[in-house]
């Protein structure tokens, strides 16, 4: 089970990633370079919350597992 929900994070995480660069993250012009940075921040922190939520998932599904 632990391997499971570690492969589900990796999955995810793996998909946000290439979700951003086919948007075009690499693709920016002077002018816009500093939206796009608070977008970076905005979409890291999103990452974050994805993957401490990720964590706590599994830490609930190990739990759980202990108890039985």
């Known amino acids: 089970m ?3 929900l570690m492969m589900a994070s990796i999955l995810i995480i ?3 990633i290439f979700k951003g660069y086919s948007s075009g993250v690499g693709n920016t ?3 816009q370079v500093g939206g796009e940075q608070i977008d ?3 979409k890291a922190g999103e990452v974050n919350q994805l993957i401490q939520d990720a964590a706590e998932m599994q830490r609930k599904e190990l739990e759980k597992q202990m108890q039985q």
């Open 14 to 16: 793996s998909f946000l």
């Open 40 to 42: 970076a921040l905005k």
């Open 29 to 31: 012009t002077a002018g």
């Open 2 to 4: 632990r391997m499971v």
